[in-house]
């Protein structure tokens, strides 16, 4: 596990990378079912006969998987305070069953408050990568970070 990080140990330029997951056929038709229900994303003979020539997860179960990822990697998820949103969402290449992802990231900036010294706000661009190390979407998360004590 990654040693916990508060605001003043996420400079500018600072990298992490996280663990990795799969991502199961059965978690995507359920997410799908619930959230995104197109048929590229709940039906195999669908999504074979679409542009994508077989079944892909949602983004936004892809940004979700990126999200618990970062969250798993102990960088900064005690610190955290929340966020204030998401910058340059980019959905780059579709996520087959079994894709194995993970995230890169790394900080674009960091301020912090002048009206509360005790947290700053951190942009950290994320990209999911892929088993072949294709980058499959990024993201800019907007953190609140606290600040140490």
């Not at 969402?89 to 579709?94: A, F, S």
């Not at 992802?101 to 408050?113: D, F, G, K, N, T």
């Amino acid at each position: 596990m990654t040693t916990q990080r508060y605001f003043e140990d996420l400079p500018v330029g600072f990298r992490f990378s996280t663990g990795a997951a799969v991502v199961d056929r059965d978690a995507i038709v359920a997410f799908a079912r619930d959230w995104d229900p197109q048929s590229f994303h709940l039906d195999d003979d669908a999504a074979a006969a679409s542009h994508f020539g077989g079944l892909i997860a949602s983004g936004w179960q892809t940004l979700l998987i990126a999200f618990n990822l970062s969250l798993r990697a102990g960088v900064w998820d005690e610190a955290s305070m929340g966020a204030s949103g998401l910058d340059e969402v980019r959905w780059l290449r579709p996520v087959f069953p079994g894709d194995r992802l993970h995230v890169e990231a790394e900080v674009l900036a960091a301020e912090r408050s002048a009206s509360r010294p005790d947290r700053g706000r951190v942009r950290i661009r994320h990209e999911v990568v892929n088993q072949s190390g294709e980058v499959v979407a990024s993201y800019i998360g907007n953190h609140l970070i606290a600040a140490r004590a």
